[in-house]
């Protein structure tokens, strides 16, 4: 089974549990603006990938009403949760490795703590089907899980239910943006919210098409 399944699996059964906890947080509202910022004028088409419940997508669209928005993800019921808290975007069920078959080309993508959840090759194809869908000068936002390569592997939650992580450190993650054709406008790292099941330490980074 393609390691990944799992993972969706686990997300899928939790999407409701996931949505309560985590979709009302506001701690990277300011990371939000700075993408809105960097986008270009006029209008816009932005992809919230990984979207679990859809809680970028919420902000993006509060902000931007005018913009087309796509919520997309592998867990149907994930995008229950986005379709049924915030009205007026389009949800799509996309594996990440395969951004490209939404056939749409977008001004800014944010891929909020998704990246973690794919093993080195499939990451860096990730990176660069993001970069295919952006449309030239196309800004990405992503927010990821770092830490120690060293302790990647399944973690468990209480439940039984099992995700596999595959951890890097901020550097790494940045040099695979760079690698995949982006230049890095900003970048940060934050703790992760009070709340979280597993502390980390996260990596914030703010980044344009370049290549
Ligand atoms: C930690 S949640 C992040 C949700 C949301 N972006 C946030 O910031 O709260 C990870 C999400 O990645 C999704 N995911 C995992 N593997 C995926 C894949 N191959 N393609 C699309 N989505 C995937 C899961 O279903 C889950 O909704």
Same mark, same amino acid.
């Given at each position: ?27 990277? !509202? ?9 986008? /270009?004028?006029? +209008? @816009? &088409?932005?992809? %919230? ?26 867990? !149907? ?9 915030? /009205?007026?975007? +389009? @949800? &799509?069920?996309? %594996? ?116």
């Amino acid at each position: 089974m393609d390691y990944n399944q799992e993972t969706v699996s686990t997300f899928d059964r939790n999407a409701a549990i996931y949505a309560d906890k985590y979709f009302d947080l506001s701690q990277y !509202d300011s990371h939000y603006d700075a993408f809105l910022d960097a986008l /270009p004028e006029g +209008e @816009v &088409r932005l992809l %919230d990938l990984a979207c679990g419940p859809g809680n970028v997508a919420a902000y993006l669209k509060a902000r931007r009403s005018d913009a087309l928005i796509v919520a997309a993800d592998r867990s !149907d019921a994930m995008l229950e949760q986005a379709k049924a808290r915030v /009205p007026g975007i +389009e @949800v &799509r069920n996309i %594996d990440c490795r395969d951004v490209s078959a939404l056939g749409i080309t977008f001004h800014g993508v944010a891929f909020f703590f998704g990246l973690s959840y794919f093993n080195p090759d499939d990451a860096n194809a990730v990176l660069n089907q993001i970069h295919r869908v952006l449309a030239p000068d196309g800004v990405l936002l992503l927010a990821s899980v770092a830490g120690e390569p060293s302790d990647s592997g399944e973690q468990t939650t209480k439940n039984g239910d099992r995700v596999f992580s595959f951890y890097r450190r901020p550097a790494e993650i940045n040099s695979m943006l760079v690698a995949a054709g982006f230049s890095i406008i900003g970048t940060s790292t934050v703790d992760s919210p009070a709340n979280a099941s597993f502390a980390s330490t996260d990596v914030i980074t703010l980044a344009r098409k370049s290549g």
